[in-house]
């Protein structure tokens, strides 16, 4: 007879809430957050271990269905990040993102999901040390509300 786990479908139980760290996928441009990601690393500053990184060519290419997605899979908060205005090497994929994160947060507000799990901030190759310090901050905001409500990996 096959040795069952917590994690076989079924015999499930939610870990306590006291166990639970914020989950956060992080979608980077390749050309600004993604090398600040590498910055920070390469400096050996310590950065959360909470953020899981997807590289895109530009913050422009992300779209809401990928945020939705992330959440739907039990993702705490998602975290898209690419560079400043003026910045894009793809002249005005950020400016799209720009505007469209706003739209998308309030979307999800509707649908009764906290509109701080989803966040859109400029960073630069250059700024590692902001970076971390972004990161270090949504963990502190993602912590006061709780998990994701489709993290169903903890109790509430
Ligand atoms: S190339 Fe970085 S946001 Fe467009």
Known sequence: MAKTDEKTE???KPK???KWE???LGIFCNWCTYAGADQAGTSRMQRPANLRVMRVMCSGRVEPQWVMEALKQGADGVLISGCH???CHYVEGNFKTARRMPLLIKMLEQ???HKDRVKFQFV???EGAELTEIVDEFV???KKIGPGPFNKKFKK
């Open 124 to 126: 630069s190759a250059s």
């Open 10 to 12: 079924g015999n499930y």
């Open 85 to 87: 205005i003026g910045d």
């Open 16 to 18: 306590p809430l006291e």
């Open 22 to 24: 914020p989950f956060i």
């Open 111 to 113: 649908l009764g999901i």
């Open 140 to 142: 502190a905001d993602l």
